[in-house]
């Protein structure tokens, strides 16, 4: 049986096939496409199965693995998401029935893993995680995914909304700390990180910026590495991509409290999700 890995963000699905085999991980026929989730239940399913059958193309018999945001009911499939208006239309509806409806194949050949633990996954199995027992997964972007791995069981951690200095994690970690440190020390309108490596901008302000956040990685990923003896910790997400600049700070601090673990960035990138949704297969 041939299997199929789908990523499904927001705004965005890719899917293409996945072939597992002794910890390395090959992909094939890889679709994308940008779907518009504020719509009818009919029109988001129906957008989501073309990009999936186009990956799919003549296979026949196959398994498909889902990488989803949260909050679901990943067993059944069921979507829990009410309240981003993204995908509002499908809150409390089995997407799993539904897909499996519109693919013409049974409910029992598709599975839902929530995203963060995909990534994790996929980066245990073929990529930057592959050395760790232990691990926890980050991925840096609008928002904080996370996910924690002991021995061969992968969880979503749910961190982004852990109590950090005088809010929660998410406040400090992701774009949205960018923009609005830029704005109150500086006076600086940033869509991102992707502004502080532009050509002209003031390499001091996007140095502070850097150190800080990295300091702010360091100290919100500490008491989860001493408790839950973690070997290493793999990035993800588009900030990831910017690590050389802020991981020094990281990296120093974790050192200084006594905890210098491995950091490693993401081997596979937008694969590792892929790859990851495709597990549960490999489980059974």
Same mark, same amino acid.
């Given at each position: ?11 965005h699905i890719s899917a %293409? ?29 129906? #957008? ?24 679901? #009911? ?29 693919? %013409? ?9 929530? #995203? ?9 199995? %073929? ?7 232990? @691990? ?12 924690i791995k002991v021995h ?68 919100? &990923? ?18 990831s991509l910017a690590g ?17 673990? @491995?950091?490693?960035?993401?081997? &596979? ?13 490999? #489980?059974?």
């Amino acid at each position: 049986m041939k299997l199929i890995g789908v990523d499904i963000g927001g705004s965005h699905i890719s899917a %293409a096939q996945v072939v597992l085999d002794n910890h390395h991980a090959e992909i094939a026929n890889f679709h994308e496409a940008d779907v518009d989730t504020y719509g009818s239940v009919e029109r988001i399913i129906s #957008d989501w199965s073309e990009v999936i059958q186009r990956a799919k193309g003549d296979l026949i018999d196959v398994k498909i693995g889902i990488a989803m945001p949260g909050p679901y #009911d990943y067993e059944n499939g069921v979507s829990l998401i009410k309240d981003q208006g993204k995908m509002a239309a499908l809150y409390q509806l089995s997407v799993k029935d539904l897909l499996a409806e519109s693919l %013409a194949i049974p409910a029992s050949q598709i599975a839902l893993t929530n #995203d963060a633990e995909a990534f994790l996954s996929g980066e245990s199995y %073929a990529g930057a995680g592959k050395e760790f027992q232990n @691990s926890i997964g980050i991925t840096l972007g609008t928002g904080l995914g996370s996910a924690i791995k002991v021995h061969d069981v992968v969880k979503d951690a749910k961190l982004w909304t852990a109590p950090f200095r005088d809010g929660i994690a998410e406040d400090y970690i992701g774009t949205g700390w960018f923009k609005n440190y830029a704005q109150q020390k500086y006076n600086l309108q940033i869509s991102g990180v992707k502004d502080l490596l532009a050509e002209g901008f003031d390499p001091k302000v996007s140095s502070e910026l850097f150190t800080v956040f990295g300091r702010a990685l360091g100290e919100f &990923l500490f008491p989860y590495l001493i408790r839950l003896h973690t070997e290493g910790v793999i990035l993800g997400g588009k900030i990831s991509l910017a690590g050389d600049y802020y991981l020094p700070a990281t990296k120093s601090y974790l050192e200084t409290m006594g905890c210098p673990v @491995s950091i490693n960035v993401s081997e &596979l990138g937008e694969e590792s999700a892929l790859i990851g949704a495709c597990m549960p297969f490999l #489980d059974s």
